[in-house]
């Protein structure tokens, strides 16, 4: 009789979360590419679009309205894509819904940036300057507080962030993927909170106020109304999300035996740190620029109505280009001193190269832009979410239930709508008023909805970055997908829906204030 052979070592230390996270990966690396997946979801809301429409699905509901400011009552019926106007929608709008899908301008605009500060070596540079710096055990809190707060920047940390983790942790010989992990959930994850205000808390306050005034016509709240609950919010998950990465994704993932690496050893010579003074000048001049055409009463960048600078100005909606201007002009002088880019052709040839690199990208967003411009034009979207509400609204449950409830079902729509302005135009004028005749201040609410609109940002492939990640994954293990992603922030999205929203529920019954 032959023998019988004990399971490995490596297989009997897996836990049980680490097999059932390597099932799901291996399952969704399974399923087809991308591109063919929302191809699918195309075909799929088309054909659920006429059946919707032919049944007669529609809703009423109180909803907020941009162009008069005010809450009005609003009626939304499916509309199925399968008439003539669904399918002249189709056919006319493919190019007009690329065009307007601000993730590809977004990409596209910092890459001319990245891409020169990438070549020169800069990046690199930095990130071995971070591990030189930063006490090793202190370098996954960084990074995750950090990405928490790139909010501030709207995009720029999916784009900076996120691979200068996963960079930075191979540099130091932990695995890529762990690194490109945590930064994912701290970008996407941990969103909708800062220690600082950011231009999104001015629209979701006004719309806010909008809803509640539905109750009471002096109802206010300001800026700063959810300000303390977000600080201790980003202080309990880049605990929480450093601990995740510690704790479960790098044990998981093991000792990473790729063949990339990050060039360069954990030092720098002489040349380097000339090279980084250099990009240190040229940072302080393209800030005065910038300051220039921000700070003077009158500046262009200003509001021209208000003259503000945060909230509604050009400066903000123009951000990205300054974050680019940034990268490109550091990069450039990173190059010339350290030698590494020494003419204007070279700098173009970067350019090139990284906008180049996003080819496949650029394919998917193109049918992403699309699925999402027939899911919205179908009308589910609201649907569902009205409908949700609704149901929610009816159960008469206790309040900090019915609270949990509400982040509940804003982690089921966020999988389908993942813009949080456009969510918080749904839901604002249906749960501000309902929870406010419950006793619940229209601040809680809104802190709530900050709640759930961010975890599940890291596992949807609606995301418009989702895919980015996926790209980024691929270059440290060929043989990654989006099982691979969604194996690997899993973990995290578990983690921050419970904790977050025990510290949620646990604030309101404390009592304690939520902001200024």
């Known amino acids: 009789m032959s023998a019988i052979h004990p399971p490995p070592a490596a297989l009997e230390a897996k836990t049980v979360m680490q097999r059932l996270l390597d099932t ?81 301008g977004v990409i596209i605009v910092a890459m001319v940036g990245v891409g020169v500060a990438e070549e020169s070596g800069l990046v690199k540079a930095l990130i071995r300057k971070l591990v030189i710096v930063a006490p090793p055990r202190a370098l996954t809190y960084i990074l995750v507080f950090v990405g928490i707060v790139s909010s501030i920047a709207a995009d720029a940390g999916y784009l900076v962030l996120i691979p200068l983790a996963a960079a930075a942790f191979l540099s130091v010989g932990r695995h890529p993927l762990a690194g490109l992990a945590m930064g994912f959930a701290a970008v996407a994850s941990a969103f909708m909170v800062n220690v600082l205000i950011v231009p999104v808390d001015g629209i979701l306050t006004e719309i806010t106020n909008d809803a509640a005034r539905l109750v009471s016509p002096t109802a206010s709240i300001d800026l700063a109304a959810n300000l303390w609950f977000s600080i201790a919010s980003v202080a309990m998950l ?195 008023p309902l929870l406010m005749q419950l006793g619940v201040e229209p601040e809680t609410v809104l802190a709530a909805y900050r709640v759930g609109d961010s975890p599940m940002n890291s596992i949807t492939p609606l995301n418009a970055y989702f895919a980015m990640i996926v790209t980024f994954a691929i270059k440290y293990q060929k043989d990654a997908g989006v099982g691979t992603v969604i194996a690997l922030m899993l973990p995290y999205v578990i983690a921050i829906s419970l904790v977050w929203t025990m510290l949620l529920a646990a604030w309101y019954l404390l009592g304690l204030p939520w902001g200024l």
């Open 24 to 104: 799901v990966e291996r399952i969704g690396n399974r399923v087809p590419h991308p591109v063919m997946i929302f191809v699918y979801l195309i075909i799929f809301v088309v054909v659920l679009s006429a059946l919707l429409a032919a049944f007669g699905a529609r809703v009423t509901y109180q909803a907020y309205n941009p162009a008069t400011g005010d809450i009005e009552p609003a009626t939304t019926a499916a509309r199925s894509l399968l008439t003539i106007d669904g399918i002249r929608f189709m056919f006319t709008g493919v190019v007009p819904n690329f065009m307007g899908f601000n993730a590809v």
């Open 238 to 432: 880049t605990v929480l999300i450093a601990l995740i990465t510690e704790r479960v994704i790098e044990p998981r993932l093991g000792a990473y035996t790729g063949d990339y690496t990050v060039p360069g050893e954990n030092v720098l010579s002489d040349d380097e740190y000339k090279a980084l003074r250099a990009a240190g000048l040229g940072l302080f001049g393209v800030l005065a620029f910038i300051g220039l055409l921000v700070l003077p009463p009158g500046a262009p960048l200003r509001n021209p109505d208000t003259g503000a600078i945060i909230g509604a100005s050009p400066f903000m909606g123009s951000l990205i280009v300054s974050i680019a201007l940034i990268f490109l002009v550091c990069g450039i002088a990173y190059g010339r001193a350290a030698g590494t880019m020494r003419s204007a052709a070279e700098a173009i040839a970067a350019i090139q190269k990284s906008i180049g690199a996003l080819a496949g990208l650029i394919l998917l967003l193109l049918v992403i832009s699309q699925f999402i411009a027939i899911f919205n034009y179908s009308n589910m979207a609201t649907l569902a979410a009205v409908s949700l509400a609704e149901f929610l609204g009816g159960l008469n449950l206790p309040t900090v239930v019915l609270l949990i409830g509400f982040v509940i079902a804003v982690f089921g729509i966020d999988l389908i709508i993942t813009a949080a302005i456009a969510k918080w135009a749904i839901f604002a004028p249906v749960f501000v």
